[in-house]
């Protein structure tokens, strides 16, 4: 049975820093490509940033979080992580991990960053 298990998530201060974890059960993770999505209240889902399959992955980022979030892969841990710094009240959502290989798409059940002073 495939799983994505997210974990990390919390309240932190703006400025601050946290690190989201992804553990994958039941898939070939390295073949996968990876991806970390957002989806505040009220709002739709959006693409935080992708690592694409292999071990040199290549990442992709969208414009908000560029320079401020980092995406990694650990395939021998078949782990994807997001390493989030200097973070604002306006990444305040729900984060999902994401996994995709040809038509298999695979959602964890997200975990809850706030962002708050």
């Known amino acids: 049975q495939v799983r994505l298990v997210e974990s990390g998530g919390g309240l932190v201060q703006p400025g601050g820093s946290l690190r989201l974890s992804c553990a994958t059960f039941g898939i070939l993770f390295r073949a996968y490509d990876m991806g970390w999505y957002r989806q505040a209240p009220g709002k739709q889902r959006e693409l935080v940033a992708t690592?694409?399959?292999?071990?040199?992955?290549?990442?992709n980022y969208a414009t908000s979080v560029k320079g401020r979030f980092t995406i990694t892969r650990d395939n021998a841990k078949n782990t994807v992580n997001l390493q989030m710094s200097s973070l604002k009240p306006e990444d305040t959502a729900v984060y999902l991990c994401?996994?995709?290989?040809?038509?298999?798409?695979?959602w964890g059940q997200g975990t809850q960053v706030t962002v708050s002073s």
């Open positions: 994401n996994a995709k290989w040809r038509v298999s798409d695979y």
């Open positions: 690592i694409t399959s292999g071990s040199g992955g290549s990442t």
